[in-house]
């Protein structure tokens, strides 16, 4: 399982950031008792000068670890029992009453009952990626019961970039808080990268094994079949990929509906499928073979991510005949899937604009009933390439209000070029905005805490609890010091914007002392108080602003 | 009206950068005649390698003006003929049935009729805020059935920043796409540096006078009267000031229904207010004496921006009986305003969770008859300070979706600092996003020409024309240019994120062609066609790919 010493190729230093990146915090393990093991779920807890702290959501995993060496295979003792099972997905399970570790694992990272998480499962409407092959994962859930999750891609190109790049990028996604990573690796070294990335893993990896396959067959779609598909799904559940996108949807008759699009057919993998389709005048063996899959799947519980090989690539080609009619074959195979207890997700969509998001998101819930919705943003305009992750963004945050489980981040790269690291943060704190803009919205009890402590630290001009509550603290704290530098303005009672004269914060500490000393009742109440307020105001000398601070 | 030569801290050389932010755009003017005048009316051409050309709505005026000149006073000659009128407001004229030169000018930039534009000025439904003393502006209309706009906040502060910033951070937001700019001064000087914004703006300009009122009482806020107020807004009058941002709406019974918020008052007009009101005990003098405004306002055509003094500073705050309060007053407001012909739009939050922000739009049709809503944001969550330029787009192109007619921006700063250059671009686009996204949503057919421009060149590999066609072209090409930095890729038939060999858009190219000579009607004709397909394919070699580009 260890990657190969011939390609040492990882960073030499072990590394981490986390202390720079998020001042005042530190990991915690909540420990918990479950079939006779310790479970340790982390959380980062971020401690306040008030004295509090809060404890939230941490996806980064073990941090400062030699890539050479791996991360610990937390989940090994777990998984004994279930050796020489033909079946051991959490669906499975689930659907035979049993709470697995890794549901208890969730429940109490999602702060929920652990009966919930596996009823949840049960039904098909979450799911838990878990390869058995991938020891290493701290257990997650998506669904949109659950914190509403994001994907990072990863992965090298014939183009650019190494294995050491990509075991880096992965770590770096994971430490701004991305849910899962998906390998996307097209070039030499795929098993490889693969074999680094999964052993470094804390998260969930899924992959796209028909980029494999073609590698395999030396670029030729025609010469792609299901044989050499079968062989390589083989190769990557040995290894320990969680989830698998799989483009089973592309059928021969949605090909043509996509003839008058503007942009015609954007996915990698549906277009490849497309076009074996069209070389063979067959219908795609990844659909006539579904069965087959499921019964590879079930044996190392890799769930299925139902790509969506016809989603639209532009504002004008989406919610078309194409896109619906491929999501309805999806509903279709969730059926098959969950027939072999295999897990389901399904992909979606892409380029939408905000008026037709909602159908999305309706459409997919019924025709797929319910299983777990996992879409690319989607943007909601075409025409700022370079900003994308912000076009995206705003759909994401509104389809996940809607009901999406899990987004797919969008870099400012997309449609232009690789993403380097920097852009990897960019995408996944665009994204992390999205997603607890939409938990807010879904009206999740933890997510408004979270809102609630930077504010009340806002409010009090805790500046350095508002910097280490922020998504970003460092970045936080440097714009606040480019407008006033110095340590003093870090306790000011006042912001560089207004200035101390201005400050409708101060302003108000006043406002509420005496509101709450009269009360919000009645007006006459209230004149009187005004009247008394009145006068005890100006006999204090009339100051406005606390000028000790200033 | 022109500055005065005391101060020439403007920057020395006149300033463009127009060719180098757009390349292959060029300005073109739409020369329409009305009135005996000929107006001339400016368009963002950008020019295509396919030949074609697009234009677009193009704020940034006239570029490479020396500052120290000013803007040409375009609209002298329009104003001639209103000389000595008593009100001369868009909305008097509309009333009574003219077309001025404003209105056919904005019907021309928009693309609609010039009888729809006074119609829906007339009905209060649109402003076209353009103080007589104000002849260098591009005349812009600011409602809910024309394109969404923008506005960008500039101004110094007690904390930093120059009057030649100002003037250039103006030059440079328009640039970018602003539609308006509001001056918030709040520090010396504040006479001056409107001046200069204003002689060198060809969008219009807003302020909120109570800041110079609070510099002029030395900055005790109970010493504030209406007396100062009027004499403070005849001067802003005076020097072409289009819009304020009045705190009218602030009463006293409102005051205490802000006193269980996390995060209290947090406009700075408001909280001014409000505090007067405690001092005094006494109703906001802004509201008693509304009236008095609007003579003064309708003899220079200012518009109300009837500010939302309560506006919830945090999530927790939003949809609050304060500001719905508040709101309602507004309401009133308008229906005075309008009764002297006065424009009006209705300010509106700040920070609100996605699933509480439709409720803002409905509440504010309804309560201000129609009035066009003006809203900062709202932010959608408050956990990312550094990056609230991304927190509110989502909720700003949610709310210009459900009608709001324009936008302020939100900078990377917001909460930490004052915008610099660069904040104020990552704004700006981030806005420009944001009012798109809302116009495409709700059906703007020009908006939607624009994407699929975009887009078309995008699935061409036209790399110039997909940067070209950007909001931000220069970005667009960096970005590429760091994957794939030679001249011959910018013509490649691939993108650097698959590769040459799985790129999907070129596998589609066979496909179009293919589904377009079977067509997508007959199953059979498709199994036909498919059949000769593959023979073909096959007898031409079976590849897939295009090598001569690669």
Redesign the interface.
Known sequence: MKPSNTSPRAADAPKTDFPESFPRSHKVALEIEHGGHTLSIPKRRIHLTSGESLDVYDSSGPQGRDPRQGLAPLREPWLQARKGQENVTQLHYARRGVVTEEMAYVAAREGVDPEFVRSEIARGRAILPANVRHPELEPMIIGRNFLVKINANIGN????SSIDEEVEKLRWAVLWGADTAMDLS??EDIHETREWVLRNSPVPIGTVPI?QC?EKVG????DLDFDVFLETIEEQCEQGVDYFTIHAGVL??Y??????????????G???M??W?????KENFLYTNFERLCEVMKRYDVSFSLGDGLRP????DANDAAQFGELETLGELTDIAWKHDVQVMIEGPG?V???LIKENMDKQLETCREAPFYTLGPL????????D???S??GA??IG?YGTAMLCYVT???????P?RDDVKQGV??Y???A???D????HAGA?A???A???A??EFRWED??N????PI??R???????PADGAKTAHF???????????K??????A???E???EG?EA??EG??E??AE??AQG?E??SKSKA
Request: with cysteine; charged share 20%; hydrophobic share 40%.
């Open positions: 190109s014939v183009v650019r097209t070039g980029y073609l670029g030729k779609i025609e021969l008759r090909v043509p509906l996509t003839a008058k699009r503007v942009t015609g057919i954007v996915s990698r549906g277009s490849i497309a076009k389709c069209l070389a063979h005048h690539g532009c504002i004008a380029h604009p905000m008026h909601t305009t075409d025409i700022a390439p370079g900003y992750h912000i076009t963004a705003i945050a509104m209000w400012p790269k997309e449609h232009l070029g690789l380097d704190i665009a992390k905005i999205a607890h803009a939409a807010l919205a879904k009206g408004q979270w809102d609630d930077l504010s009340k806002r409010f508002q910097f509550l922020s998504l970003d970045t936080a440097e714009y606040h010091d480019e407008t006033l912001c560089s914007m207004c200035g101390p004269q201005f400050c409708s914060m302003i108000t500490e006043d406002v509420r005496y509101a709450e009269v009360g919000v007006e209230l004149e005004m009247r307020k009145s105001f100006r009339g406005i602003y």
